[in-house]
């Protein structure tokens, strides 16, 4: 699930930042500036998961890439992206129930890793936020 997680952040980070090379007009450098913001925000939780997978976990951290979407538009820029925080947030709280599931047998890294993942769901829910707004820019 971690590897999963990991793949999502790799290809949210890329997408971020291809979609900040498409965007023009009028609202253009606010835009451009955030999506470049949320995109470092995720290679930070691309980080994160890696530590939590190798360090905590001693797994092997996933150098695969989760399916990313173009987008056209800036319209469609920020629905696309408004979905796929979406999507990170309801995979990520799924992580953390199956965390709770197994805290017994991760006594030892169970607080780590519940802060690590709240503190990334935490920032999704920002983003979620954060798109909303760009997106009322756009009316």
Do not use: C, W
Request: charged letters at 35%.
């Amino acid at each position: 699930m971690l590897n999963k997680a990991l793949e999502l952040e790799h290809a949210a980070r890329i997408q971020y930042l291809a979609h900040a090379e498409q965007v023009d007009g009028l609202n253009a450098e606010p835009i451009i500036a955030r999506l470049k913001e949320i995109a470092e925000d995720e290679k930070k939780h691309e980080e994160m998961f890696r530590e939590m997978i190798g360090s905590y976990l001693d797994g092997v951290p996933s150098m695969g890439m989760a399916e990313t979407h173009p987008a056209g538009t800036v319209s469609k820029i920020l629905e696309v992206n408004l979905k796929d925080e979406k999507h990170a947030v309801d995979v990520y709280m799924g992580i953390m129930k199956k965390m709770h599931d197994m805290k017994d047998e991760l006594k030892y890294e169970f607080f780590q890793l519940e802060h690590k993942i709240r503190h990334i769901i935490t920032d999704e829910q920002e983003h979620i936020a954060e798109l909303k707004l760009l997106k009322g820019m756009k009316k």
